[in-house]
């Protein structure tokens, strides 16, 4: 299935894609995110647990970025299994542009699940998706706030880039994680 | 005595004896029976529609606690488990073979569908077993699926089997097409119709399940598990599991929740459970959840039909073709690739006299569950078919679909179909007149001008149906008379909803004047059934379990002459027997005293067994060929909201001949059951794969819509028996005849009711949103033209 979706954040485009950097903010922002490893530095691991009505499973998932454009966007590949929950895979494109003040974030989604998750979940997918989704940017808005920085100088610490070098695809990589096993949005 | 001969006999609408244990949850299924030392088992199912396996990785889930194995395909393979092979044999017109798979329980090499078992772990307790399959790493190479049957045949289309590059499993013709080709030729009017008959999930109230209970001192092997006659699952699994040693094992099942033919068949669960018992030497119990027999039961149905009828200039038929391709499913299953063939085919041009037939069947294989019976297999399809076809000639002929239908009947007996079936009796426009009665048909004007004046939209529509009864021309039945007088009637059909210990005693009472309630039924173990007994399925259980309790009660009541004789001290010739009575010289005896007398060898003239006891092995004579032939006619009345496309069912009367009728609050029962079903498929079931994916996405009753009580109307069900000539009682299989009436019935009724807005066609399900579409296509088409 096929989805798009687009979210308006109140903070410059660099600031935005420089916050992707946070892996905490990330972790924190992601609804049920474990655990995130990074295999190189367009390869990443990532653990979530899952909840889709009756499902309910920890998500083991694999993302890969390609054609890297910062801070504009890219496109991510990504698959996530459950065990006897199912799975799910598909490949996304990010990009971001400006909006005034903020930053629009707007991306499509191919994405198939499969097992469990594609049979009793599949009417839940869509409300759970939309749920995390909006769950993920108030999170990840909320943090953006709470750095207390000025938009254009929350990208300035050093410290934050240095966390995890990439991290702007970490963020989309556990996004489209979520996005990808939950079918997002419009199928 | 012949007061309960009166109440209980034949004919009589005796109350089911069954029903007051079922109803306070007096029923034994399988997930009741605990054994002790048991452990349990869950499956590992395949998320992928189509996948390479690569490599199932147990090393963890083998280590969760309490976990006693994890088996996989490998497993099966090494200890030599065998493969489950369809026993079809039909063959293509050029005399190839039926392609037939070698299924093992779980498989080693692919995945054909998702939700296939592909690794199985035993624990001690339920909640690990399952938790320890969640460790198990199924590495596999995703492929392209296929789920369609039109797909399957598309250049390109993904390949289930290797060995079959064209996904086509048999490709069957009745006749080349020249004959119909000819007569159509020089026909007044060809009349088309292209129909897809929607793919049902049978779910039976009771999920699949068993119970593998293993005697570690005999190495004897009982399985407890929802079936519809035990030697079946018996002869499966001695063959693959035990090398063919029958008494090694052993099928038990109290009751079962609902089988619909679906629990007919040798399913790979339960081979594998088995297998996991046997290689444990432990008692092992897998409760399957909805979602797995959601997943993993036999569905139903699944055809896409292409028909045409050529009539003359009198609007008699002239020729009959029909292009079918049928959803096969992954596997080639017991009887899938012939449901449309032997099962259809039977009366594939349904209760019309048709002279020349060309009937082409494609059994296409795709990354589906398998289909395989379903309550009419492949009848209810066939008349589906040939109803839509006459109702929409009669519209292109200009005739009067009912005068249509009255000149094409099959009118004169016994009728050899184009088949090679022996039709024997029926008298079909009977059945309508008498449904035409019944739905008071003439005053359907009125009440469709009074929905009209309420926004609706009336409907009414007619189905005329031949059904083809019987199945395995061959049944046991073992009928015991104890000392007490008491009668045990031991057998191998399974009563899983039909009323068997009611009917089989009503026979047994009638024909032996033995009190009704004296009368028990000993079925569902193989232990007792007799030798040469078979099941319950394809609508037989009356026609062939019924004609051989007669004959063994002849038998018996031939003995007790003799023993009536001995004790009355007069000639056996001299000794006639009526209700219950042995007479001889003014002087008589009951067979109650006769029974006791059997049982006392000092009473027993010299030479004579003790006891009243006999099996009788019955065989049809006419064989397959030679069934019997439910027929009728159904109406139905509907009211459609144009605005919302939402159906509401008002009115249905089934007119029915099923022959003799042994009980007719049962036979009422099997009517409406059948009817309900044919209406379900009808109207809101529908069995949705993703056709990108081959994710089955109507994976639950969230999605799957059954229907339920609100959705039906009253149903009056009346019979015009025609006793069949094939068999003594005259009965014809009851179970089976409603959904082949009510599908039909229904559709028939629905686009009468859109007929003013220019809707022509429909496919089922009948759905609120496909009548919307079709509501408003037709508008569009008519403001476009």
Redesign the interface.
Known sequence: MDMTGEQRIAAPRQAVWDALNDADALKAALPGCEEVNKISDTEFSAKLKLVVGPVK?QFSGQVTLSDIDAPNGYTLAGQG?G?????GKGEAKVTLTDDGEGTVISYTVHA?????L???G??LIDATAKKMARQFFESFATYLEAEGAPAGEAAAPPAAAAKVAGGQGLFWGMMGVALVILWVVNH | MEAFTEKFGIGQPVRRKEDQRLLIGGGVYTDDINIEGQVHLAFLRAPYAHARINHIDTTAAAQAPGVLAVFTGRDLEKDGVGRVESNINLKQLDGTPIFRTQRLALPTDKVRFAGEPVAMVVAETAFQAADAVELIIFDADQLPAVVTARAAGAQGAAVLHDELPDNCALHWQNDTPDAYDAVAAKAHKIVTIALTNNRVVPVPMEPKCCIAEMDPGTGRLTIYAPFQGGRRIQGAVADLLFDGERDKVRHVSDNTGGGFGTRSKIYPEIIAVCYAAKSLGRTVKWLGDRSETFVSDLHGRDQVNSAQLAFDADGKILGYRLETLVNIGAWVTENGARLAIDGGGRIVGGAYDIPVLYYSCRNMMTNTVSTDTYRGAGRPEANYIVERLMEKAAHELGIDPQELRRRNFIKTFPYTTQMGMKVDCGDFAACMDMALANSDWAGFGARAQRSQAGGKLRGIGLASFLEGAGGRPEETMRVQIQEDGSVNIICGTFSHGQGHGTVYSQIVSEKMGVPFTAIDLIQGDTDTAPAGASGTYGSRSSQMGGVAIIRACDIIIEKGKVIAGHLLQADTAEVTFEAGTFSARGGSVTMAEVAKAAHDTRRLPDGLQPGLDETYHYTRDGGRDDQSFPNGCHICEVEVDPETGAVEMLAYSAADDCGTVLNPLIVHGQVHGGVAQGIGQALCEHTVYDEETGQLLTGSFMDYGMPRAHHLSHMAAEFNPIPSTNNELGVKGAGEAGCCGAPPAFVNAVLDALSSLGVKHLDMPLTPNNIWRAIHQAKAEGETH
Do not use: N
Not at chain 1, 112 to 116: A, D, R
């Open positions: 499973a299994s065990g006897a929950a199912g799975f198939t699940v499969g097992g469990k594609a049979q009793i599949q009417r």
